[in-house]
């Protein structure tokens, strides 16, 4: 789908879609049913409704602004986000991408609109004619998937979910949760533990809680990629990888959670633990965003070339590749001379790229940049101390089995200089941006354009166009941020053949084409020497 207004959904496409059960796009509408007054994803198992009974919406909050009820048997809720919001830069895209994170909740929707830049009156207006709901209806929509989740996952009171998931009154979620399920809570919890054969919901206290959840995406997904990012760039004290799982501590709105991570073979698998259980619905939202896991990876795929029809037949492509046959990020590394001289081009313009790559997020902008900043023009694994020392000295202590925070912007801007160590300038960068985003000088939300993000970025001291192009990257999901100056990209171009100047028959997926080349040149074996290099190599050739 290129647009999801409601005007510009393609009824023919979006038949076809239903007839064949497509699951490819699960969230990225929703079909109205006029005769049962359901609303569906679009591979409901049950019978496909008649032409003239269906129409298509883009959201859930129209579905349910126009009445309809959810189906229980598809769950249209649980689906994967659309991958529109993060491929569209409008208003509509960020302003979904901020209501998913809960500024609505926090802040009403004057503050949405403030941190936007738009009055209240214009945002309603281009959410309702782009989306099919207001602001409100739209975060209303979330707080509904919000309940069932812990209605059906935990043991807590209903007046304690009601608050949790963000509602103002229990009669508020009472008639939210009728309306939206045609159930009530007390039902819906009932028919959630006979589904699991009798067994009871998880007991959760009302102040915090623990609960486990099934996170999905749209398939493939290369899992290797993802399991090597991860486990590469773990900070001690604050992250942690074993037994193929990623364990880590992250701010929340009112205060902090645990997640750890797995990969399963339809599903991310998250146990999270929260300090405060209205965090949920911004944590899973921040998880999934790290994962990439709203991505539509066939239709990436099929634009990068990717897959048994590219180059006009099969493409010669490694076997899949567990995370553990990827380098290991720790690894020593030869002089950058001998990295250059000792790799040769293989299978010149013939990308052979992994089907299902996934550009990882974050899940605090503030932590991504400083980060970053940290790891300039120094190996993975240097940068995993230099950034481990900080968060033990400045992190916060939390209880859980690891036990700190990465440190606040406030925090670093006023000690970080006694605690990090390297050239003058960079610790002085590192403390300016700091101070920068504990003022306020710099913000970094997904409500925000690229452009003025990257301009932002680039006014720090310390920051050039790598910095700033990483960041924007993966802080706003921006599919189409082109690596060219990261030094492991530019080896994997030149692995594969691939002219950096000439990327515009990849747009708007170039974000994917520099994860497919830095794995490219990751992966390699030209010899055994060169690969640590690659593995450890984050700088770029900016100064």
């Not at 959760?204 to 760039?233: I, K, M, N, Q, V």
């Not at 990439?292 to 899949?320: M, N, Q, W, Y």
Request: charged share 20%; net charge neutral.
């Amino acid at each position: 789908m290129v647009c999801v207004t409601i005007t510009a959904l393609d009824f023919e496409r979006c038949y076809r879609a239903v007839s064949t059960r497509d699951s490819r796009f699960d969230g990225q509408f929703f079909t109205a049913v006029r005769t049962t007054g359901i609303y569906c994803r679009p591979s409901c198992p049950a019978i496909t409704p008649k032409r003239a009974n269906v129409s298509f919406l883009p959201t859930a909050a129209a579905a349910q602004q126009a009445g309809y009820r959810a189906c229980r048997r598809c769950l249209p809720d649980a689906a994967p986000g659309s991958p529109l919001w993060n491929t569209r830069a409008d208003l509509a895209a960020r302003a979904m991408r901020l209501i998913g994170d809960g500024v609505v909740e926090r802040a009403g929707v004057p503050g949405l609109a403030a941190t936007l830049g738009y009055s209240q009156r214009q945002l309603t207006r281009v959410l309702t004619t782009e989306l099919g709901a207001g602001p409100l209806a739209l975060a209303r929509a979330h707080r509904a998937h919000t309940a069932r989740l812990l209605i059906q996952t935990t043991a807590m009171p209903m007046s304690d979910i009601a608050f949790a998931a963000g509602f103002a009154s229990i009669r508020q979620f009472n008639d939210t949760v009728r309306e939206v399920f045609a159930v009530s809570p007390t039902t819906m919890r009932l028919e959630a533990q006979r589904a699991r054969t009798g067994a009871p919901a998880r007991p959760a206290p009302s102040g915090s809680g623990s609960l486990t959840l099934r996170l999905p995406y749209r398939e493939p997904l290369d899992r290797a990629w993802l399991e090597w990012f991860l486990s590469a760039h773990v900070v001690p004290g604050m992250e942690l990888w074993e037994d193929r799982a990623y364990t880590r501590n992250l701010r929340t709105p009112h205060g902090h959670a645990t997640a750890r991570l797995s990969f399963q073979r339809d599903h991310v698998r998250a146990d999270l633990s929260l300090h405060d259980m209205r965090d949920l619905a911004p944590t899973v939202t921040r998880l999934r965003h790290l994962l990439d896991l709203d991505a539509d990876p066939v239709g990436i795929d099929e634009a990068l070339g990717v897959g048994p029809t590219a180059h006009g037949g099969s493409p010669k492509r490694p076997p899949e590749q567990a995370a553990e046959y990827l380098p290991d990020a720790g690894a020593g590394s030869p002089p950058e001379s001998e990295a250059l001289t000792e790799i040769d081009p293989v299978d010149v313009g013939r990308p052979s790229f992994t089907p299902g790559i996934r550009v990882p997020g974050c899940v605090d902008g503030a932590e991504l940049l400083l980060r970053t900043m940290i790891g300039q023009q120094i190996s993975v694994a240097a940068a995993a101390t230099h950034t481990a020392r900080l968060v033990e000295a400045l992190g916060e202590r939390v209880d859980g089995p690891i036990p700190l925070l990465f440190p606040t912007p406030e925090v670093i801007a006023e000690r970080g200089a006694d605690i990090l160590t390297g050239p003058a300038r960079r610790i002085r960068s590192i403390t300016a941006a700091a101070e920068a985003l504990a003022s306020g000088e710099l913000a970094l939300h997904q409500g925000r354009t690229a452009a003025d993000l990257r301009r932002d970025l680039l006014a720090l001291d310390g920051v050039g166009p790598w910095t700033a192009d990483y960041v924007t990257m993966r802080l706003l999901a921006d599919p189409d941020v082109l690596l060219g100056t990261d030094l492991v990209v530019r080896r994997g171009a030149s692995l594969l053949g691939i002219d950096l100047t000439d990327t515009a028959r990849w747009v708007p997926w170039r974000s994917y084409l520099s994860m497919h080349l830095w794995k490219t040149a990751l992966t390699s074996r030209a010899t055994p020497s060169v690969v640590p290099t690659l593995a450890t190599t984050k700088g770029s050739v900016e100064s």
